[in-house]
């Protein structure tokens, strides 16, 4: 197949059966789902065109290395053959050349295109044929696709949400933790400081209480000196009978 | 190989200590007394399986970390389902691996870890380092992409046409066997031709047999990618390539590459044709360490971890430049 076929037969394609899928004269109960039909069709053409041009490309390499191939088996040839060792080179040369032809092709931005030309259309042909299957599905009240999908994300959601409180929650543990520790050590120390405070109370009543006691003993001493200067001038004091 | 019914992978004894979701976390049982004081912790992609590192008992990475005395950790990402296809890049990064460092935090008594992220997981490390680098003592990034403007490796070329959101609103979650298809085909010949003359020539070799098949195995092995975040890192990373410019967001919060200012070793394969050294490459001056290497391996992406070369090469060098960043000042 060249590649002026490919594009006739393309084009015959698009304007026989492609005609049906660009109709827009849809009506009735069922025009939903025949254009998904339609579409799918159209999806269904361009994806079995793209996929005919991507396997055509590789004849383009393919016939490279075959001629590549074939003058270097000619060279082969010439002189005595040993089919053993023979075999081995030229199996050698095969694999060789057709690795080195594939390599530039591969490599090549037309290549990268037409892969991604090809994997983009058989998602579109894929996504409209499950389109109409899952249309199908829903008429019997089997889940679907869609369904589960929808189901997952809110599976998904939750279980983030989950991991998140977790996450919140093991915070929060640590952070009570901390608070009780710190609530130990804030009682600790009101205590220390009420102790202290206590201390320093006791100390001040201790220190009255000393100079209370030698106010107390001074006063006492003050009283016996009194007492005795009292005694002692009442008996010079007292007048003579002569 | 009719003798062979099964294959070992992954065997190196380990418990899982955390989940989350379809996350688990690896505890590997340490092989010596007295581990070092940092625990080291190995983010895997989200592409393919986490045992990579522990395909072979005799070319394990894991192992030879475990014997070196490092106290050693992996994520496990699972396999996500249709319910997992709103997870984000932030419930990957702020989410999980926050999550998972935490626990591995609690469990050794220390403030900080070491993040060894590889491919992919060691995009999402830098980004964690980033974002929080209190909780990061040293970061190892292996074959990590970071600045995906580049033209040397075939999926960068190819995402830059990609119509990602087509791909995400109509397969939710992205299936494995699409991205194994591309992994395919950036190499047919050598992928799906050579690769198994190869194989049929040593068939009767036992132990090449069981060890192409344990490859095999973890090639094919291929969970699919939730949706939203691949779309995110489809978008900003190879389209935009916003990681290196430091103008990417998850959450809402800004990734600043210039925060990273912890010790960094940052390996890449020289012949990797997945993730190529020019997009590795970059990381090591966009970060603002001072204590930062840089270490090329002559392998491939692959290579490096199993190839028996490398595996000489991989694990003596990072262990020599860890254990001395591996201890606690008092």
């Known amino acids: 197949m060249n590649k002026e076929f490919f594009d006739q037969w393309t084009k015959t394609q ?144 939750l279980k983030k949400k989950v991991k998140d409180m977790d996450s919140l929650r093991e915070n929060v543990d640590g952070l009570s933790a901390d608070m009780v520790s710190t609530k130990n050590d804030l009682q600790k120390a009101k205590m220390e400081i009420a102790a202290d405070s206590l201390r320093k109370k006791v100390d001040g009543l201790s220190a009255d209480l000393v100079s209370t006691k030698n106010d107390l003993q001074k006063a006492k001493m003050e009283i016996a000196a009194l007492k005795k200067k009292m005694e002692t001038p009442s008996k010079k004091t007292r007048p003579s009978k002569k | 190989m009719e003798a062979i019914r099964e294959i070992d992978i992954g065997t190196t004894p380990h418990e899982v200590v955390y989940e989350e979701d379809k996350l688990k976390l ?62 984000t890049l932030d419930d990957y990064v702020n989410g999980y691996i926050d999550n998972v460092v935490n626990v591995v935090k609690r469990r050794s008594g220390t403030e900080k870890i070491t993040l060894m992220g590889v491919c992919q997981g060691g995009t999402f490390s830098v980004m964690y380092s980033a974002l ?64 198994y003359v190869g194989f049929a020539e040593k068939m009767d070799d036992e132990e090449f047999v069981k060890n192409f098949l344990r490859m095999e195995k973890w090639i094919f092995d291929s969970p699919d990618q939730a949706g939203e975040a691949y779309r995110q890192f489809i978008k900003d990373c190879y389209q935009k390539n916003l990681l290196i410019k430091n103008e990417m967001e998850i959450g809402g919060r800004l990734i600043d590459l210039r925060k990273i200012d912890m010790p960094v070793l940052n390996v890449y394969a020289e012949y990797d044709h997945l993730v190529p050294p020019d997009s590795s490459k970059p990381l090591t001056d966009a970060i603002s360490s001072k204590d930062k290497d840089i270490l090329a391996i002559p392998s491939g992406h692959i290579g490096i971890f199993v190839g028996s070369k490398s595996q000489k090469v991989v694990c003596p060098e990072i262990v020599k430049w860890l254990k001395p960043r591996s201890t606690i000042k008092k």
């Open chain 2, 132 to 195: 929080h680098p209190e909780n990061v003592k040293n970061l190892i990034t292996l074959v990590t992409p970071i600045d995906f403007d580049t033209d040397k490796g075939l999926l960068n070329i190819w995402s830059r046409n990609l119509d990602v959101d087509k791909v995400v609103d109509t397969l939710g979650n992205v299936p494995g066997e699409f991205l194994n298809t591309m992994f395919l085909l950036m190499n047919p010949v050598r992928l799906l031709i050579d690769k």
């Open chain 1, 14 to 157: 698009e304007e026989t059966l492609g005609r049906f899928t660009k109709d827009p004269l849809l009506l009735g109960p069922t025009r939903e789902t025949s254009e998904k039909v339609l579409k799918n069709m159209k999806a269904s053409l361009k994806f079995y065109g793209t996929w005919a041009n991507f396997c055509l490309k590789f004849q383009g390499p393919s016939t490279t290395a075959m001629e590549e191939l074939y003058n270097q088996t000619a060279d082969m040839m010439k002189g005595e053959v040993s089919p053993g060792d023979d075999y081995k080179e030229f199996y050698k040369r095969w694999i060789e050349t057709y690795e080195k032809t594939f390599d530039g092709f591969l490599g090549s931005e037309e290549f990268s295109a037409d892969l991604a030309a090809f994997v983009g259309d058989f998602m579109d042909f894929k996504k409209g044929h499950e389109d109409l299957l899952e249309d199908q599905l829903k008429r019997m009240s089997i889940p679907t696709k869609g369904d589960l999908d929808a189901a997952f994300k809110d599976i998904y959601i």
């Open chain 2, 26 to 87: 690896l505890h590997y049982h340490p092989t010596v007394k007295k581990t070092h004081p940092v625990p080291l912790l190995v983010v895997y992609a989200l592409v393919n399986r986490q045992y990579m590192l522990d395909l072979q008992p005799d070319r394990s990475i894991i192992k030879k970390l475990l014997d070196e005395g490092f106290d050693l950790y992996m994520i496990d990402w699972g396999y996500p389902t249709l319910g997992d296809k709103f997870l």
